[in-house]
């Protein structure tokens, strides 16, 4: 059976610089059976206001709040200050609210992202008023900030995270490659001037240097604009080679 773990992380203080060994443990699963990870390029993540989460540890940035809207876009921290309460107070005032953990450090993420069994993720919740930046910019961020910036991996390694590789995980038959005969899923991006744009305090920013996206071969987004085209379709996973077949008498 395949497996795939969703958003590979070392959250939280006493997790962190753990991430050689979660590796370790995913490289002996596959000597047993294919096992990868997908990792998102952020030190953050993002849900809902979980008290069992709010600690001082590090910064916890509320995105919404629905008795306290204003307060979006604010630290815990600097709310419950404000309130005079302590911070599992203050976020129990908020909720149902959401927020943003900077629960993470860099050389995990580094370690992780360039592992040869991690494919790029994003995730997001697009009904957020201030969502994770990695909505907006997380595909972007790889082939900029780590890629070219950071030279954490070579710019072809980068796109093949995003596509061939994530293609070949999810059993999407003839997607992922620029090949005749293909679906043409097509990105005409700038190397040198591509760069994600979100941020947590602004994330909405469509990233910059992509000049052209084609879905399915219609051209649906042109120089930061959608062009109103949507091609898009549901995808499903393909027959593994053998699937279905009669056993053998």
Known sequence: MPVVISHMKCAGLDNWGRS???LDALERAQRWQPVGCDCYPYTASSST????????????????????????????????????LGLEDAARR????????????DADVDRILSHPATVVGSDG?????????RLWGAFARVLGHYA??????????????????????FGLAER???????????????????????????PMQPAEGIACVWV????SWLQRKPTGTRAGRFLARAKPAGAGAAPAQ
Request: hydrophobic share 45%; proline share 7%.
């Open 20 to 22: 050689a060994e979660v």
């Open 49 to 84: 206001l979980d008290i069992k989460q709010v600690t001082s540890d590090f910064d916890i940035m509320v995105t919404w709040s629905e008795p306290h809207p204003e307060m979006g876009g604010r630290l815990l921290a600097d709310i419950a200050a404000e309130w005079e």
């Open 94 to 105: 908020l909720q149902p609210a959401g927020a943003v953990y900077h629960c993470m450090e």
């Open 125 to 133: 919740l697009p009904n957020d008023p201030l969502p994770h930046p």
């Open 148 to 169: 070219r910036d950071r030279e954490l991996f070579p710019l072809t390694v980068a796109i093949n995270k995003m596509t061939g590789l994530s293609a070949e995980r």
């Open 176 to 202: 992922g490659l620029v090949r005749e005969g293909y679906w043409a899923d097509l990105v005409l991006f700038d190397a040198a001037t591509i760069r994600d744009a979100a941020s947590f305090t602004d």
């Open 216 to 219: 399915n071969g219609e051209l």
